[in-house]
Nanobody, 128 residues
């Protein structure tokens, strides 16, 4: 059974950077669609970014496009979310998600119901 464990969250100043990590255990990440979702206090959960197991470029929510980067490290069996130029609006609990989709070439950054596996979530707070 796949398990996802996030790390790297914490407090960061506006304009700063932070990198979240998602460790895969129980399976290799190679055949999974992988994403990051977040939920801010009092708001609905929203998609941030996703990456398909093969093919096309990652997808990003408009709110983070050009600032966040999702990438895989197959040797470490981890997925990362590099968050640059953060703002207080990026404050949220961030979740790593995955779904077994070995032939998927374009992932969904909005359809959270598509992802069966979820990490426990990690807090990111952007504040001075």
């Amino acid at each position: 059974q796949l398990q996802l464990v996030e790390s790297g969250g914490g407090l960061v100043q506006p304009g700063g950077s932070l990198t979240l990590s998602c460790a895969f255990s129980g399976s290799t990440l190679d055949y999974y669609a992988i994403g990051w979702f977040r939920q801010a206090p009092g708001k609905e959960r929203e998609g941030v970014s996703c990456i398909a197991p093969i093919g096309s470029d990652p997808n990003y929510a408009d709110s983070v496009k050009g600032r966040f980067v999702i990438y895989k490290d197959r040797d470490e069996n981890r997925v990362y979310l590099r968050m640059n130029t953060v703002t207080p609006e990026d404050t949220a609990v961030y979740y790593c998600v995955a779904e077994w989709e070995p032939y998927l070439t374009i992932c969904s950054v909005s359809d959270q119901g598509r992802y069966k596996f979820w990490g426990q979530g990690i807090q990111v707070t952007v504040s001075s």
